[in-house]
């Protein structure tokens, strides 16, 4: 179990990361390296979100148990156990609060995150489109027309990692996920 300040360093550090991640819309690559940087982030999040539910379960388990037994000790309808079950009860309260307020505060980056990777997928397959619209133009401008060599092959992403992925593609080129019937 971690404490909520070993969260919040934590949490912290990966903000930076974020923030310094502005996303760079100037080419496709960049959009790619910043895309690729974003899904990093969003799964050490994601790992962040787990601990956090796994320490809220620890600490409500751990005063389930105490609750427990402040009932074998004063049996079933004594007025001091209802004092000791609304102690635990409050203290059990104060013990959660700060694991909650960093679970939200991790579920409010991830939103952004998730934003941020919806532009710049949106931007790349743009960015694609436009290239292939492009090409086509000047070839036919030049009278070199060969429909083969124009037939889209982008696909989509990597579920994985978010690279960008084509129709020929098995396997992810960045992460090596298994990309049979994603594209």
């Not at 899904?39 to 787990?50: A, D, M, P």
């Not at 379960?57 to 609304?86: C, D, K, M, T």
Request: hydrophobic share 35%.
């Amino acid at each position: 179990m971690k404490t909520p300040d070993q969260h919040h360093i934590k949490i912290k550090g990966l903000e930076s990361i974020m923030g310094a991640l502005e996303g760079d819309y100037s080419s496709v690559s960049k959009a790619q390296k910043t895309l690729n940087w974003l899904s990093t982030l969003r799964k050490q999040f994601g790992q962040i979100e787990e601990d956090i539910a796994s320490d809220i379960s620890f600490i409500r388990q751990h005063y389930s148990e105490s609750r427990v037994e402040v009932s074998g000790l004063f049996g079933r309808s004594s007025r001091l156990e209802a004092q000791q079950r609304a102690r635990i009860t409050q203290e059990r309260n104060s013990a959660l609060m700060p694991y909650v307020s960093l679970k939200m505060q991790v579920a409010r980056r991830v939103d952004q995150i998730e934003a941020a990777l919806l532009d710049l997928q949106s931007f790349i397959t743009t960015e694609h489109e436009r290239g292939l619209t492009s090409q086509i133009v000047q070839d036919a401008a030049t009278g070199r027309v060969d429909s083969d060599r124009h037939a889209p092959t982008f696909e989509g992403f990597c579920t994985n990692c978010g690279t960008s992925v084509n129709e020929a593609d098995s396997f992810c080129r960045a992460c090596g996920s298994n990309l049979q019937g994603e594209a």
